[in-house]
């Protein structure tokens, strides 16, 4: 029988490791703050032709939005997300603040950050409670062709039709041009409209061919300046010949949505939003997509650079043997354990010197 696919991140003192899955598990860590809520509105459906997709939106944004939320150091607040459909064959989804709430003037540019990570960050609400502080658009034909809704979307582990992408990976992606993706730059020139800027746009530079981000945060994370999508540029990756290739598996990447996948917030997407100033708790490490590779099993870790760690397993959450130490080389690293297959329950942590 194959182990409980478990994985948990911990800091120094390894709390609070979780049940079962990922989803549990990385909940479980940061489950005592948050007083900060979600409510979930939908827009251009007036027939109600599409309500009886709304339980299972709902059910998914609000686990997507948790998701998110334990990251984030947040207020006592709630933030208003407005589901509009978007009645047409090619939209597919779409994400954003509804507002941007001045910042700074730096060398005469106005820098704004999205008001959803102000309100998120200050509880003020900038265009008032009557308004929906986030919009995610859905494509009707995209929403009844393409999407798969997760029954249990912060456990993740249901299995996904092969012909179907996962909403729930949708909604966090889509949440994340809602916090800080998001601005005004030229997405193939690199100009700008005026003198105004995003707290993203800001760490943005054209080198004349490519887009990059150089916020600190996410350079250490990387290791130098993010490649960001060419012509899609509140996104990460590229197709070769232009640079990032191996950001192409990101939840934040510009290039493509795999079906039956699941995507997770990474390290990187976190580094990108604290950059362009979403008030984060402490930099996490990640452990995601628990799987099988020829019968044995792996996860992998996201954190920064050259950071020392050891790996634990447990088979009862109480006695745990090193499973390996490690210092991180890249930004994802894969882990496995050939010997979790001989094992009824498999717990990870991760414990950080
Ligand atoms: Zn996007």
Same mark, same amino acid.
Request: with cysteine.
């Given at each position: 029988?194959?182990?409980?696919?478990?994985?948990?991140?911990?800091?120094?003192?390894?709390?609070?490791?979780?049940?079962l899955?990922?989803?549990?598990?990385?909940?479980?860590?940061?489950?005592?703050?948050?007083?900060?809520?979600?409510?979930?509105?939908?827009? @251009?459906?007036?027939? =109600?032709? +599409?309500a009886?997709? #709304?339980? $299972?939106?709902?059910?998914?944004?609000?686990?997507?939005?948790? %998701?998110?939320?334990?990251?984030f150091?947040?207020?006592?607040?709630?933030?208003?997300?407005?589901?509009?459909?978007?009645?047409d064959?090619?939209?597919?989804?779409?994400?954003?603040?509804?507002?941007?709430?001045?910042?700074?003037?730096?060398?005469?540019?106005?820098?704004?950050?999205?008001?959803?990570?102000t309100?998120?960050?200050?509880?003020?609400?900038?265009?008032?409670?009557?308004?929906?502080?986030?919009?995610?658009?859905l494509?009707?034909?995209?929403?009844?062709?393409?999407?798969?809704?997760?029954?249990?979307?912060?456990?993740?582990?249901?299995?996904?039709?092969?012909d179907?992408?996962?909403?729930?990976?949708?909604?966090?992606?889509?949440?994340?041009?809602?916090?800080?993706?998001?601005?005004?730059? @030229?997405?193939?020139? =690199?100009? +700008?409209?005026?003198d #105004?800027? $995003?707290?993203?746009?800001?760490?943005?530079?054209?080198?004349? %061919?490519?887009?990059?981000?150089?916020?600190?945060?996410?350079?250490?994370?990387?290791?130098?300046?993010?490649?960001?999508t060419?012509?899609?540029?509140?996104?990460?990756?590229?197709?070769?010949?232009?640079?990032?290739?191996?950001?192409?598996?990101?939840?934040?990447?510009?290039?493509?949505?795999?079906?039956a996948?699941?995507?997770?917030?990474?390290?990187?997407?976190?580094?990108?939003?604290?950059?362009?100033?979403?008030?984060?708790?402490?930099?996490?490490?990640?452990?995601?997509?628990?799987?099988?590779?020829?019968?044995?099993?792996?996860?992998?870790?996201?954190?920064?650079?050259?950071?020392?760690?050891?790996?634990?397993?447990?088979?009862?959450?109480?006695?745990?043997?090193?499973l390996?130490?490690?210092?991180?080389?890249?930004?994802?690293?894969?882990?496995?354990?050939?010997?979790?297959?001989?094992?009824?329950?498999?717990?990870?942590?991760?414990?950080?010197?």
């Amino acid at each position: 029988m194959k182990p409980a696919a478990a994985v948990a991140a911990t800091t120094r003192r390894y709390a609070a490791i979780g049940l079962l899955t990922i989803g549990y598990a990385l909940l479980a860590v940061n489950g005592a703050q948050a007083a900060t809520t979600f409510s979930i509105s939908f827009s @251009n459906d007036d027939s =109600g032709q +599409f309500a009886s997709y #709304y339980p $299972s939106i709902t059910s998914n944004v609000l686990a997507a939005a948790q %998701t998110w939320l334990q990251y984030f150091s947040s207020a006592n607040t709630t933030i208003a997300i407005e589901i509009e459909f978007v009645d047409d064959t090619t939209t597919r989804s779409g994400g954003e603040s509804l507002t941007s709430y001045f910042v700074t003037n730096i060398n005469g540019i106005n820098i704004f950050e999205q008001a959803a990570a102000t309100k998120l960050r200050t509880g003020f609400d900038q265009n008032g409670d009557s308004t929906p502080d986030l919009k995610i658009q859905l494509g009707t034909n995209y929403l009844v062709q393409a999407l798969w809704f997760d029954p249990h979307p912060l456990v993740r582990v249901d299995l996904i039709p092969s012909d179907k992408t996962d909403a729930m990976s949708i909604f966090l992606h889509e949440l994340c041009h809602g916090w800080a993706f998001n601005g005004w730059i @030229n997405q193939t020139t =690199g100009t +700008f409209p005026g003198d #105004y800027m $995003s707290t993203f746009d800001q760490w943005t530079r054209f080198d004349g %061919t490519n887009f990059f981000f150089v916020g600190p945060g996410a350079e250490a994370i990387y290791g130098g300046p993010v490649p960001l999508t060419y012509g899609n540029v509140f996104h990460v990756g590229n197709t070769s010949p232009r640079p990032g290739s191996d950001l192409i598996p990101d939840l934040m990447n510009g290039i493509v949505f795999t079906n039956a996948w699941r995507y997770y917030i990474s390290s990187l997407d976190l580094a990108l939003c604290a950059d362009a100033g979403v008030s984060m708790t402490n930099p996490p490490v990640l452990l995601s997509h628990p799987h099988w590779v020829n019968a044995i099993f792996a996860f992998d870790i996201a954190c920064p650079f050259g950071r020392a760690m050891r790996i634990d397993f447990s088979t009862n959450l109480v006695n745990w043997t090193v499973l390996t130490d490690l210092v991180t080389t890249n930004a994802t690293m894969a882990v496995s354990d050939p010997a979790a297959a001989s094992s009824k329950n498999r717990f990870y942590r991760v414990v950080l010197p």
